[in-house]
């Protein structure tokens, strides 16, 4: 990276031909997130749920673009949701498909962050590629606070991407069927933005123990 006196920074040579040369940097994946491959997910044979969001997973690799909804995966923590949700990404991106990578609240935090009060306009810089690139995964919908902006702002991109007939694939962990006292994804994100969401994307409910967890206490084998 160099900084160009009046203009900001700017990627030398050397990183710009990096980044041609590697499409996925332009994905905007966290880098946490390097290790999720297809061949890397394996599916807890105890929560068939898992086998079938895996073959759910490749087909829409495989068969994109002529597939008419894109994907929701529900589920609790550390079930594999956003790892599936970046495998597709990558398999995309490999196929030459254009595609962006977004939590949630970060999206809202820039679009909030941009917006200047005079013009009464967010940086179309942030909004454009979210709403024209080819498939868009938004990670932890309903993560942030359901307020009305938060709402129509949600409402303008999935709308936005629904009438371009843009694939989007959200992940969440708020369940259709409220689960005791927990919230439900309608709670979160209002009721015409999920009804829209049920009509654009297949929804692949996921259930299982956390991963991180079994993981890093016991070993998998032994979850
Ligand atoms: N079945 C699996 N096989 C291999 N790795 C997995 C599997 N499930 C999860 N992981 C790994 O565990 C970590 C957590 O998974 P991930 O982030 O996809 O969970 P999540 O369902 O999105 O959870 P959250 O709701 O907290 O966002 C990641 O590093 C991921 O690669
Ligand atoms: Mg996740």
Same mark, same amino acid.
């Given at each position: 990276?160099? +900084?160009?006196? #009046?203009?900001?920074? /700017?990627?030398?040579? *050397?990183?710009?031909? $990096?980044?041609?040369?590697?499409?996925? @940097?332009?994905?905007?994946?966290?880098?946490?997130?390097?290790?999720?491959?297809?061949?890397?997910?394996?599916?807890?044979?105890?929560?068939?749920?898992?086998?079938?969001?895996?073959?759910?997973?490749?087909?829409?690799?495989?068969?994109?673009?002529?597939?008419?909804?894109?994907?929701?995966?529900?589920?609790?923590?550390?079930?594999?949701?956003?790892?599936?949700?970046?495998? +597709?990404?990558? #398999?995309?991106?490999? /196929?030459?498909?254009? *595609?962006?990578?977004? $939590?949630?609240?970060?999206?809202?935090? @820039?679009?909030?962050?941009?917006?200047?009060?005079?013009?009464?306009?967010?940086?179309?810089?942030?909004?454009?590629?979210?709403?024209?690139?080819?498939?868009?995964?938004?990670?932890?919908?309903?993560?942030?606070?359901?307020?009305?902006?938060?709402?129509?702002?949600?409402?303008?991109?999935?709308?936005?991407?629904?009438?371009?007939?843009?694939?989007?694939?959200?992940?969440?962990?708020?369940?259709?069927?409220?689960?005791?006292?927990?919230?439900?994804?309608?709670?979160?994100?209002?009721?015409?933005?999920?009804?829209?969401?049920?009509?654009?994307?297949?929804?692949?409910?996921?259930?299982?123990?956390?991963?991180?967890?079994?993981?890093?206490?016991?070993?998998?084998?032994?979850?």
């Amino acid at each position: 990276m160099e +900084i160009i006196a #009046g203009k900001g920074a /700017r990627l030398c040579e *050397c990183r710009s031909s $990096e980044l041609q040369d590697n499409p996925f @940097e332009k994905v905007r994946v966290p880098a946490r997130y390097n290790g999720c491959h297809l061949n890397s997910f394996k599916a807890d044979p105890k929560h068939e749920s898992q086998k079938l969001a895996l073959l759910d997973t490749m087909r829409f690799i495989k068969e994109f673009p002529a597939i008419d909804q894109g994907l929701l995966f529900i589920g609790p923590c550390g079930v594999g949701k956003t790892h599936l949700a970046v495998s +597709i990404l990558k #398999g995309l991106t490999e /196929r030459g498909f254009q *595609c962006v990578f977004y $939590e949630f609240s970060s999206l809202l935090k @820039e679009i909030q962050d941009s917006y200047n009060p005079n013009t009464k306009t967010s940086e179309l810089s942030i909004l454009s590629p979210v709403l024209t690139t080819q498939v868009l995964v938004l990670d932890e919908l309903g993560a942030s606070k359901p307020t009305d902006w938060v709402k129509d702002t949600m409402a303008h991109i999935v709308n936005t991407r629904y009438n371009d007939r843009k694939h989007t694939i959200f992940t969440t962990n708020y369940f259709d069927q409220r689960q005791g006292n927990e919230e439900t994804l309608e709670d979160r994100i209002g009721v015409r933005l999920r009804s829209r969401l049920y009509e654009m994307c297949r929804v692949i409910e996921m259930s299982g123990s956390d991963y991180r967890v079994r993981f890093n206490s016991r070993g998998l084998n032994q979850a």
